[in-house]
């Protein structure tokens, strides 16, 4: 990658985390940044992370190689018309919103698509902002690439070295295309885990019994409800056609599956479990937004004192390092009491093994 002067407007987790890898990777590389939060700036400029702070979108960009765009999606459009006067002949402005037609729209309309790149990192954390970004955290995951009618191929291929840089997967989409498929795997999933759990709360007793036995299955299906309700309502409406159509057709499913209940209609709703069983079970964990699995497996043992600190001493004793560990309340399916999450295969068979050892139960997630 020859690119050696890259702007940041907007420095949260996500642009944080693009930067902090294109620093490690090429620390030669001259990073500005601009966003309204100084103090977070400062703090990257002590980090190494950025090397010069920006106090507003100015003449400053007329350096830079590339300019990416990490503030919510609503306001990455507004920012372009600031930033056109500015592009010097070559520099390629991107995008990291999880939306694209809406931006794209608008260089459409500013007569910027000669010079304008859509791009989705397709990752992220239940936590935001520079402070929870990480060098690692687009490594592994899906990079999805919108060019304009007016890309150059070189130009492309400058952003897919760029994703590649910072350790993602490109891939190249169209943008209307992109939308539909996001409105379906990830806008649609948010509105059904957020109605969920909107309608349990209104359908629990007094005693809130719903909430206190929720876990399992429940969890599991509605841990993204708890996403930033500003984020997604910004995503909801700047994708709002695509995710009415999708809406639609799930509504319409839905209502079938109903009707099939109501008649007392076995083999529908078998053939229901069954065909979403198998297309499920044809999702290997590489195309989960992340070419990353999870290496874990849980632990069946007593709920005692001292149980779980002595499970973490015979870990480290053979230096073997937890990325999470945690209690299921719920074992509807089986699992064990203590789920254990590692880094990578290798410390998930070493620690397989040693635990073996020791005479736990183990229980595998696969």
């Known amino acids: 990658m020859t690119d050696s002067i890259i702007a940041f407007i907007g420095l949260g987790l996500i642009g944080g985390s693009i930067a902090r890898r294109i620093k490690k990777e090429k620390p030669e590389t001259t990073v500005m940044a601009y966003m309204r939060t100084t103090t977070k700036l400062k703090q990257a400029k002590t980090d190494g992370v950025v090397d010069i702070i920006l106090d507003g979108i100015d003449e400053s960009l007329s350096q830079c190689d590339f300019i990416f765009l990490c503030t919510p999606v609503e306001y990455n459009a507004a920012y372009l018309s600031q930033i056109k006067p500015f592009l010097k002949p070559g520099a390629i402005v ?206 069946d043992m007593a709920d005692e004192v001292g149980a779980i600190s002595t499970l973490s001493v015979i870990l480290a004793a053979k230096g073997i390092s937890i990325k999470n560990i945690g209690i299921n309340h719920n074992r509807e399916h089986g699992e064990g009491t203590l789920r254990i999450v590692f880094y990578d295969k290798v410390s998930m068979d070493s620690a397989w093994n040693q635990l073996e050892r020791y005479h736990y139960e183990l229980i595998s997630d696969k």
């Not at 009618?149 to 891939?171: E, H, K």
Request: glycine residues 6%; contains cysteine; charged residues 20%.
């Open 94 to 299: 991107t995008d990291v919103g999880s939306t694209k037609t809406d931006i794209h729209q608008a260089v459409i309309r500013l007569e910027m698509e000669n010079s304008f790149i859509g791009g989705h990192p397709m990752a992220g954390s239940e936590k935001t902002g520079y402070e929870n970004s990480t060098d690692h955290l687009l490594e592994n995951a899906y990079y999805i690439i919108t060019p304009t009618r007016q890309s150059a191929q070189s130009q492309i291929d400058r952003l897919v070295d760029m994703a590649r840089l910072i350790g993602s997967i490109p891939i190249v989409l169209d943008y209307e295309h992109h939308d539909f498929i996001t409105a379906a795997i990830s806008h649609l999933p948010h509105i059904v885990a957020s109605s969920l759990v909107n309608l349990v709360r209104d359908q629990d007793n007094d005693q809130g019994m719903m909430k206190r036995l929720a876990a399992g299955g429940f969890k599991d299906i509605t841990r993204i409800a708890s996403a930033s309700p500003e984020m997604w309502e910004q995503i909801c409406m700047t994708n709002s056609q695509n995710l009415i159509s999708i809406l639609e057709a799930y509504i319409s499913a839905l209502t079938e599956t109903l009707n099939h209940l109501k008649n007392k209609d076995g083999n529908y709703i078998y053939q229901l479990f069954d065909s979403s069983r198998t297309y499920r079970n044809s999702i290997s964990d590489i195309s989960r937004g992340s070419v990353a699995p999870e290496y874990s497996f849980t632990v």
